[in-house]
């Protein structure tokens, strides 16, 4: 038996026994290459991006279908080293190489098909590009459109805000200004006026210091002290110009303190923390959160509170608004804000931005009723709306 | 007064609390731990009233984060920026030649930032107006492109999107009457009166799910507060 079992295993063992075609499974494969690359500009950028397109390798989800990647290199001659600049998977047909030096100057570029063991095809044709800087974005002619629609309405209210004294809604919160002023200078105390976390660059920052600039104005008639912590250093030098410029028009340029508008950090939460000691210190009787505000809103505003304050409240940020809404007496928002600005200042540019806003919000509606119906319509397998419909999706789709 | 009590009893139970569960629990041995914990507490002493604790906290915070910007504006903007560029790295030389518009897109934007510092001049002050005025005016400008394509492009074309479903008349009368309620230029009285007043109502109960929404992160926030405290400080929770 054990002579058997031996003269089994001697015979598995035999060479004879191994598989002919050893020598062929350790050839190694080469997927064919991808073909017809060629190196462009990419479109509508500012230079220092060529674009690579090629056709898949045939071995690419056909033939022998073992591709994997395609990796693409780059030379600045067309005979010499070639280096690796970026690989994209199976199926894809295009690369944007980002790694340009220079503009205006052409570059070589091969691609080769790589399986997934690691072996590559053999080098593509070689495609030469250069890169350009484009002073126009074809892709976004939509919003040229509606951009020059909606300056036209801004141009035009302009116009006529200049002309004539044009109509704006009376925004609850804003009669509120004067009483929170008036009521912090009965009661000796100071107004706060927290601008936020944002930047000079948000418009909501830039909204609050106009309406700062009318608050301030009202603090100098009355001879009551506001106080502003800031956030951004850009903004405290703007505050300060601003309620220097409001204590002069109010005829009271001696009683403006400068020290008043200072510097507090640019910690999120070192800046609240800042602020509710700022509160229970000072007790101040009116507190305006105006500008942008982020986590901190509740903390501010329920600190506010608590110390008794008159608060109006006022933001762009969606989701700071409902803490605002529960905790203050007024609050203003969103684009609310940005129509009090105008509204206090009484500034023709701005009564006519507000004016050329609403008129612009009136061609969304007609759009968005209109598209409606063409939806609803086209829903209905109705030929002519249907292309309609999806003429109108692409065009705002294409912006 | 009666109110003064109830905090005062209220911070008594917590003191007594946190001394058992030191006693219970493995307190940490590391210092860090013990300053954080402390000043973690003295910052929410401020729901008993303000104090000596919350004082020292808020100063301490204050003081450093603006030590830490400051460190940060120094590294990030003048040494990364305008130091190494111009003295180290030399970015306006190029392949041995000298760039006049690299060497300017360092100089001027440097040069801008200095005018900032006009602002400690009483006479030069007013050149500070210059930075300031490009940042607005370039920020504005930057922001145009941007605001259309997410504000009015996207936005519209995702309410366009409609079908013959409740969810999509409910999205297009929200949309219709919200945009309804920010219009100013008509008083809003009768039927425009009476379409904002559902356009409040929609944003109304957008705010509602918002601050549910929130609030449940903030409790989150809270929760890794405490398990902090419980946990790395008192090690009452494994």
Request: proline content about 3%.
């Amino acid at each position: 038996m054990n002579i058997l079992l031996v003269f089994l295993f001697l015979i598995q063992q035999t060479p004879d026994s191994l598989p002919v075609d050893t020598a062929q499974v350790t050839e190694i494969v080469r997927p064919a290459p991808p073909t017809n690359v060629i190196a462009k500009d990419t479109p509508n950028d500012a230079g220092g991006s060529i674009s690579v397109e090629w056709d898949i390798s045939a071995d690419d989800g056909k033939g022998l279908k073992n591709v994997n990647l395609y990796n693409v290199y780059k030379s600045k001659t067309e005979e010499g080293k070639f280096d690796y600049v970026g690989t994209v998977g199976a199926a894809r047909t295009s690369y944007d190489d980002q790694s340009v030096e220079k503009d205006n100057k052409g570059y070589y570029y091969i691609v080769k098909a790589q399986t997934k063991e690691g072996v590559e095809s053999e080098p593509s044709n070689i495609s030469s590009g250069k890169s350009q800087a484009q002073w126009f974005h074809h892709g976004r002619w939509a919003y040229l459109i509606l951009g020059v629609i909606f300056t036209l309405f801004f141009v035009l209210y302009i116009r006529m805000a200049k002309g004539k004294k044009l109509f704006i809604r009376k925004i609850a919160g804003l009669d509120a200004v004067e009483d929170a002023v008036g009521r912090s200078t009965e009661m000796g105390r100071p107004v706060l006026f927290v601008p936020g976390i944002g930047l000079l660059s948000d418009i909501a920052t830039i909204a609050a210091l106009t309406i700062l600039g009318k608050v301030a104005k009202k603090t100098a008639e009355y001879e009551t002290r506001v106080i502003m912590p800031n956030y951004d250093p850009l903004v405290m030098s703007a505050a300060q110009e601003v309620v220097k410029q409001s204590y002069t028009e109010a005829g009271r340029p001696d009683s403006f303190n400068e020290k008043d508008i200072f510097y507090l950090t640019q910690d999120q939460f070192g800046y609240a923390a800042g602020v509710d000691g700022i509160m229970l210190r000072e007790k101040p009787g009116a507190i305006f959160l105006q500008g942008i505000f982020y986590a901190e809103a509740l903390i501010l505003a329920e600190t506010g509170h608590s110390v008794g304050a008159i608060q109006i409240a006022g933001t762009d940020r969606v989701t700071q608004l409902p803490f605002f809404i529960s905790a203050c007496d007024y609050t203003l928002i969103g684009e609310e804000m940005f129509a009090a600005s105008s509204y206090l200042s009484r500034d023709p540019i701005m009564m006519g931005s507000i004016k050329g806003e609403d008129a612009s919000k009136l061609v969304l509606i007609i759009v968005i009723m209109v598209g409606t119906v063409l939806g609803i319509l086209g829903g209905l397998h109705l030929g002519l709306f249907e292309n309609w419909f999806s003429n109108l999706i692409n065009w705002f789709a294409r912006g | 007064m009666k109110e003064r009590k109830g905090l005062i009893f209220g911070s008594v139970i917590l003191i007594v609390v946190f001394i058992i569960m030191f006693i219970k629990g493995e307190p940490s041995k590391n210092i860090m731990v013990w300053i954080a914990a402390i000043l973690t507490l003295s910052i929410y002493s401020f729901l008993y009233k303000d104090n000596v604790f919350y004082k020292f906290a808020e100063h301490l915070f204050v003081g450093v984060s603006v030590g830490y910007s400051v460190s940060v504006v120094w590294q990030n903007a003048f040494i990364r920026r305008v130091f190494d560029p111009l003295f180290i790295t030399r970015t306006y030389i190029v392949d041995g030649k000298f760039s006049l518009y690299l060497f300017l897109a360092i100089v001027i934007p440097t040069l801008l930032g200095m005018l900032m510092v006009s602002i400690f001049t009483k006479k030069h002050g007013w050149l500070i107006r210059i930075p300031i005025a490009f940042v607005v005016g370039s920020y504005a400008g930057m922001g145009i492109a941007p605001s259309f394509q997410a504000y009015i492009f996207e936005q519209t074309q995702s309410t366009l999107y409609v079908t013959l479903s409740i969810s999509s008349f409910i999205m297009i009368v929200g949309v219709i009457t919200t945009l309804v309620y920010f219009f100013f230029s008509k008083e809003h009285k009768g039927f425009l009166g009476k379409t904002a007043g559902v356009g409040i109502w929609f944003i109304m109960v957008a705010f509602g799910a918002s601050f549910g929404y929130t609030v449940m992160a903030r409790i989150s926030l809270l929760i890794g507060r405490m398990n902090f405290l419980l946990h790395d400080w008192l090690g009452v929770i494994k």
